[in-house]
């Protein structure tokens, strides 16, 4: 299906179309959908891996439920069913961390009987979008910080904009000792930042945002993503060195006259092979060499 929340033009190379393919998800027939798998991180939080793809969070609030992310329009109805298998009858709160699509195609029937917050430009990215459901858009927007209640203490969700989209936010679950990063990592590979979609949006972004995040939390938090596992911070403080590593390389290689297909040939990031990404196979060196030439070219 079309991804309503992400509608893209890119360039013609091969690695940009792979990423396009790959962040609309896998083919989602509804007969067809892969169970929804349910991890309990704690007494108060659960992850549920939607389609095989993507994590979204349930926070037990005492009587009350906050969802973190909707997944996908295809998966909202298959979504709500598994909730009410867990306990949950309704959610009082949707966050949606960023306006992609397979975290907000679900907002119509998720947060149908709740209240939807984002970023202010989450709401407006949502509502240029052609076909997105009025009933969707998110009803409460910040554009700096806000706190949510949640049982006896609250949630913390800050703007985190510029290194995937321009209006990420993180989330953190101060009881649960947990900050959960949306898109801001793709664990064990390589990043995914839309520098040709947003103006304010680059790899340069990244690092500063991801080093804004290590200063502000303390060594035990528990990192949660979108797609993939857990991190712990020095997990994290590792990825980040990955992306000033590799950034580092290949400007060097832009400054010496290299094109996207010399870098890719010679293999400029063989060093990092071991971070192609085995669950999103698109995801690999060629990609990344073009992601970064092409946000440091513009």
Not at 219 to 238: A, I, M
Request: glycine share 8%; charged share 25%.
């Amino acid at each position: 299906p079309r991804r309503r929340a992400c509608p893209v033009v890119l360039g013609p190379s091969r690695a940009i179309h792979v990423l396009v393919l790959l962040f609309m998800g896998p083919s989602m027939v509804q007969d067809q959908l892969p169970d929804i798998r349910v991890t309990p991180v704690d007494d108060r939080l659960t992850k549920l891996w939607v389609n095989g793809y993507v994590n979204v969070l349930v926070v037990r609030c005492g009587e009350r439920f906050v969802l973190i992310d909707a997944g996908f329009e295809a998966t909202a109805d298959q979504l709500a069913s598994k909730l009410h298998d867990i306990g949950v009858e309704s959610v009082d709160y949707l966050i949606n961390t960023h306006s992609d699509g397979d975290h907000t195609g679900g907002n119509r029937v998720i947060g149908r009987e709740g209240e939807i917050i984002a970023h202010a430009r989450c709401k407006d990215a949502l509502a240029a979008t052609e076909g997105f459901p009025n009933a969707g858009l998110p009803t409460t927007t910040f554009t700096d910080s806000m706190r949510v209640r949640c049982g006896s203490g609250e949630l913390s969700l800050i703007a985190m904009p510029g290194a995937h989209t321009d209006n990420d936010i993180v989330v953190h679950l101060p009881e649960m000792n947990a900050l959960y990063l949306g898109d801001l990592i793709v664990p064990e590979t390589f990043p995914v930042v839309w520098s040709d979609r947003y103006a304010d949006v680059s790899v340069e972004r990244l690092p500063v945002v991801l080093g804004k995040i290590m200063d502000r939390y303390p060594e035990n938090t528990r990192f949660l993503s979108s797609h993939g596992r857990d991190y712990t911070k020095e997990e994290l403080r590792t990825y980040r060195e990955m992306v000033l590593a590799t950034m580092n390389v290949i400007r060097k290689a832009m400054n010496d006259g290299k094109t996207v297909e010399n870098m890719r040939s010679e293999d400029a990031l063989g060093d990092w092979a071991s971070w192609n990404s085995r669950l999103f196979p698109g995801l690999d060196t060629d990609y990344w060499i073009e992601s970064v030439f092409r946000s440091l070219t513009r």
